[in-house]
C-alpha cells in the first residue's frame, strides 16, 4: 500500500525522489532488500511509464530504494537492478556472493586410541601378561609375557628382510609365516612360535631320556622329526584361544587406564555438537566398541587397518601400514572413516528429521581428527581434508610412543630400524599439518570450538 502511494505521489510530481529504507547484513555493508520489495516495485514501474526504479548505497553507509519518476527514461532501463552507486571502501566492494558466510558444523570427530585416550605402554604390559597366564592354563608353562614380544620383534624382523618372498605362497609349508605385517598376524605368529619351541624341546628331552643320552646328541633327522611333530602338535584354536584372552584384557587394560579428562572432553563435545558422529581410527587391535564401560556408548563406529582390509575396494593399491613412507598411503583407511561418519550422519539426520536446523546450504559440515601421531593422525588424516588435532599430553600421562620421534624405540613396539626411519621421515612431513595442539584432554573442546569458528593457536 505505502509504495502503491509513493508510485501515485511521484507521479504527479516529477521532481520528487522517494527512498526506502534497506537493512544492511551482518556481514558486510552490503544491503539486503525483501524479495517482495523487488517485486512490488517491477510490477509498478511496468505498470507507470514514468516511473523508474534502482539500489543504491549512501555514502553514509545506509542501504536505500530509490523510486522517481522520468519520462526519458527507455523501457528497458526502468526496471535497473544493481548497484548504482559505490563508495570507496573496501567493506562496500564486497561482493553479496561472500556476504553470507557458511556455519561451520562438526559433522565427523574422529580419534586415534592409544596414547591419544590412554597410556598403551601399561596396557600393553598387562595384556602381555593374560598371554602368560593362558598360555600356562593350556599347559605351556613357563613362558614369560617378554618371550612372545621378543618373539614377535624376531618374527618381524624376518619378513622385512624378507620383502621380496610371496609369504602367502609359503603359508602352508610355514605356519609361522605371517599373510600379512600387521600386529594381530605377528603376534599370532609369535604365539605359534612360543608354543612349538615349548612342545619341541619337551619332545627332545623325552627322546634323549627314552634313549638314556643328551639332547645334544640327538642326531639332525631325529631333531627334524621332532620340529614337524611340534608344528602338527600346535592347534590354530588354542593359538586363537590364547590370542582372544590377549586382546580381551588389552581392552579391559585399556578401560582401567583411560586418561581422567577422556570421558569428560568427549560428553562435553557432544553437548556441544548435538549432532556429531565420533568414530575411532587405529592402526592396532584396538576398538571402542568392546570397551563396555567407558568408551562403548561415546562411540558410533570403529575403523581398523587391520581388521577393514576387506573394505578397499582397489586392493592393488593395499600396503601393509610397516611399508607405508608418505602420508598420501595412508588415506584409504581416512577416506573409510569419513564415508562412515557421513553415511550415518545422514541416517541419523533422517531419523530425527530435524526440520528446525538451518538447511545445509548454509552449513560447512566439518571433519576434526584428533590422534597423538604426527605421521599417522596428523600427516594421514590432513591428506584427506581434515582438521588437525595434535595431543602431545604433559609427561604425566606417560605417553611413549612419541619416543620414535627421538629415535628410541618404545620396548612395546615391534617397529624395525628402517620403519623408524621412515615414521621419522613423514613425521617431519606433517609438522606444517597440524591446526592445533592440546596438552590436556580437557582443552579439547575449546579448541574443537575454535576450529569451527576459524581459529587455531598453530
Request: glycine share 4%; proline share 4%.
Amino acid at each position: 500500500t505505502n509504495l502503491t502511494s509513493c508510485m501515485q505521489f511521484s507521479s504527479s510530481h516529477p521532481t520528487v525522489v522517494v527512498t526506502i529504507g534497506a537493512k544492511k547484513t551482518k556481514q558486510s555493508n552490503n544491503m539486503r532488500v525483501s524479495p517482495t520489495t523487488v517485486a512490488l516495485l517491477a510490477s509498478l514501474s511496468l505498470q507507470a511509464p514514468s516511473f523508474s526504479v534502482g539500489f543504491h548505497v549512501s555514502p553514509s553507509g545506509g542501504g536505500r530504494v530509490a523510486a522517481s519518476t522520468n519520462s526519458n527514461v527507455s523501457g528497458h532501463q526502468r526496471l535497473r537492478i544493481g548497484a548504482l552507486f559505490s563508495t570507496t571502501t573496501e567493506d562496500n566492494e564486497t561482493t553479496s556472493a561472500t556476504a553470507t558466510k557458511k556455519k561451520k558444523k562438526l559433522g565427523l570427530l574422529t580419534f586415534d586410541l592409544d596414547d591419544t585416550l590412554y597410556p598403551i605402554a601399561p596396557v600393553l604390559d598387562e595384556a602381555n601378561t593374560a598371554f602368560s597366564t593362558a598360555m600356562s592354563n593350556f599347559g605351556y608353562v613357563g613362558i614369560q609375557p617378554s618371550d612372545i614380544v621378543a618373539a614377535g620383534k624376531k618374527i618381524r624382523i624376518n619378513i622385512a628382510e624378507d620383502t621380496q618372498v610371496d609369504v602367502s605362497a609359503d603359508k602352508a609349508e610355514d605356519p609361522l609365516k605371517p599373510t600379512t605385517v600387521n600386529h594381530k598376524e605377528i603376534r599370532l605368529a609369535a604365539i605359534r612360535k612360543k608354543m612349538e619351541e615349548f612342545i619341541l624341546q619337551t619332545k627332545l628331552k623325552q627322546t634323549a631320556d627314552d634313549w638314556a643320552t643328551d639332547v645334544d646328541d640327538l642326531t639332525a633327522p631325529v631333531i627334524k622329526s621332532a620340529e614337524k611333530w611340534a608344528r602338527t602338535t600346535v592347534h590354530s584354536s588354542v593359538v586363537q584361544a590364547v590370542y582372544n584372552a590377549w586382546e580381551m584384557e588389552r581392552h579391559h587394560a585399556a578401560e582401567r587406564h583411560l586418561f581422567p579428562d577422556a570421558i569428560s572432553a568427549i560428553k562435553q563435545i557432544q553437548s556441544d555438537n548435538p549432532s556429531v558422529i565420533i568414530g575411532a581410527v587405529t592402526d592396532g587391535s584396538a576398538n571402542p566398541m568392546l570397551m563396555v564401560f567407558s568408551l562403548m556408548p561415546l562411540f558410533d563406529f570403529t575403523v581398523s587397518w587391520e581388521d577393514d582390509i576387506a573394505n578397499v575396494q582397489q586392493m592393488e593399491q593395499f600396503q601393509e601400514l610397516s611399508a607405508v613412507d608418505q602420508s598420501d598411503e595412508l588415506s584409504w583407511i581416512y577416506r573409510l572413516a569419513v564415508q562412515k561418519g557421513k553415511e550415518m550422519s545422514a541416517l541419523t539426520s533422517e531419523i530425527k528429521k530435524k526440520n528446525d536446523e538451518e538447511e545445509d546450504e548454509d552449513i560447512e559440515w566439518c571433519w576434526v581428527h584428533v590422534g597423538d601421531d604426527l605421521a599417522y593422525d596428523v600427516g594421514g588424516a590432513a591428506t584427506c581434508g581434515a582438521k588437525t588435532v595434535l595431543v602431545d599430553l604433559s609427561p604425566e600421562y606417560g605417553q611413549t610412543a612419541r619416543l620414535r620421534l627421538e629415535g628410541k624405540v618404545p620396548e612395546w613396539s615391534t617397529e624395525t630400524e628402517d620403519e623408524l626411519g621412515a615414521h621419522k621421515k613423514m613425521s617431519a612431513n606433517a609438522m606444517d599439518k597440524v591446526d592445533a595442539r592440546i596438552q590436556t584432554l580437557s582443552q579439547l573442546p575449546e579448541v574443537i570450538a575454535e576450529l569451527l569458528n576459524g581459529k587455531s593457536d598453530e
